[in-house]
Every structure is written in structure tokens, then in C-alpha cells.
């Protein structure tokens, strides 16, 4: 079974901190998304990748930077971190699109920003 | 991407038969329809997915409509396990990568 791992699983910021959330990922596949959930709502994606060395903004990308240095590796980046990007956050990996684009998700990260 | 519908709830009892309704009155020839669930505080879990033809799998049947407006995902002898947020999707069939929009999907109680 395809393996997607994140790190950590509960993180309290400050206000204008710098926070990092890692996502690793065995499975070799090329796609990579960060989405972030809200208490009782949908998924909304914030970057995703192609491949190692692509970045591509989601539909919420502000405040958001994404780094994919590898083929497993795609990282969340808050420069400034606001109590508006509290949330639950969840990296996914997948293969390419249409009939082979079956998503393996991480367990989440929980992020409080005070 | 097109745009799906489906209902925000529906409740159900252990044992029976749940049918989830999707509506996808504007999808395009290379857009397959894949569903996921999510239960709370874990990410979503891929159930199954189809182009045209009807499938099945261990956890479920996708119906898919002859004009592919519109399909069901039919979930047989429902248990407490099955109870979850699904969604349905539309990816297209692309080489590269596919934005996958998450929509409120639908939530499933199941009562025993």
C-alpha cells in the first residue's frame, strides 16, 4: 500500500512565525498536493507539484509557498504565519491524471497559529 | 474541471443498500468521475473510479449514467464503517498533473 507521510502531526505557531510542514512520500509518484480542511468543511487545495523542481498555485496559495526539492519531498511553507491559517492540513501523492489519478493522503497536520 | 452536485446528507441503516447520487450535467469525453470518503480526522480514502462503464469493486458499485451526466455510488450491506463524507470528482484524463476540487461531498450517517 502507497505510503504518504507528514510531519509533524500537531503544530502550535505564533503569529509571524515561520512554519514548515513536511510530506514525504514513497510511492514514486509524480504528483504531490497540499490541501487544508476547516472545521466541518471541504478540501481546498493550496499547491500542488509535477514533479521534483515544479510548483503550482492551487486555488487558496496565498500566504502559502511550496518547495518539491525531490521526487518525495513536497514541503507547505507559511513565511508569516496568521491565526487564519489555523487548520488541518493534508499532503496527498498521485500518478497522472484521468484513469491513473487515484490520490494516497497523509494523516494531516494540525497547525494552531496564536 | 466540471462541476459536480450531490446531496449534503444522507442517513442509513446497518445492513442496507445506500445509493449516492452525483450529478455532473456539464462533463466533457476525457473526464473520469472518481469518488473518495473521509471520515473525521483522517484524509480522504479513494473508493473507485469510471469512464463510461459501470464498475465494481470490494468497497463499492459505480453506476455511471448512459449520457454521463450523472452517476451513483451504490454501497451494499452498509456497516458503522461506512459511515463518512463522500465525495465525487471529475479528473480529466490528462499526461500530466489533475487538480483535484473537493467539493462538501455528501455526509453518510449509518444507524445500527
Known amino acids: 500500500e502507497a505510503a504518504v507521510t507528514q510531519s509533524p502531526r500537531n503544530k502550535v505557531a505564533v503569529t509571524g512565525g515561520k512554519v514548515t510542514l513536511s510530506c514525504n512520500q514513497t510511492?514514486?509518484?509524480?504528483?504531490m498536493y497540499w490541501y487544508r480542511q476547516d472545521t466541518g468543511h471541504g478540501l481546498r487545495l493550496i499547491h500542488y507539484s509535477y514533479g521534483a523542481g515544479s510548483t503550482e498555485k492551487g486555488d487558496i496559495p496565498d500566504g502559502y509557498k511550496a518547495s518539491r526539492p525531490s521526487q518525495e519531498n513536497f514541503s507547505l511553507i507559511l513565511e508569516l504565519a496568521t491565526p487564519s491559517q489555523t487548520s488541518v492540513y493534508f499532503c496527498?501523492?498521485?500518478?497522472?491524471?484521468?484513469?491513473?489519478?487515484?490520490?494516497?493522503f497523509g494523516h494531516g497536520t494540525k497547525l494552531s497559529v496564536l | 474541471d466540471a462541476k459536480t452536485t450531490q446531496p449534503d446528507s444522507m442517513e442509513s441503516t446497518e445492513g442496507e443498500t445506500v445509493h449516492l447520487p452525483c450529478s455532473h450535467a456539464?462533463?466533457?469525453?476525457?473526464?473520469?468521475i472518481y469518488w473518495y470518503r473521509q471520515v473525521p480526522l483522517q484524509g480522504p480514502e479513494y473508493v473507485t473510479h469510471g469512464l463510461q462503464q459501470n464498475t465494481t469493486n470490494s468497497m463499492a458499485f459505480l453506476a455511471i449514467a448512459s449520457d454521463r451526466k450523472s452517476s451513483t455510488l451504490i454501497l451494499t450491506h452498509v456497516s458503522l464503517r461506512d459511515a463518512a463524507v463522500y465525495h465525487c470528482i471529475l479528473i480529466q484524463n490528462q499526461g500530466g498533473s489533475a487538480k483535484l476540487i473537493f467539493g462538501e461531498g455528501t455526509k453518510l450517517t449509518v444507524s445500527s
Open positions: 510511492n514514486n509518484h509524480n504528483n
Open positions: 496527498a501523492s498521485g500518478g497522472g491524471g484521468g484513469s491513473n489519478e487515484r490520490l494516497f
Open positions: 456539464t462533463i466533457s469525453g476525457n473526464e473520469y
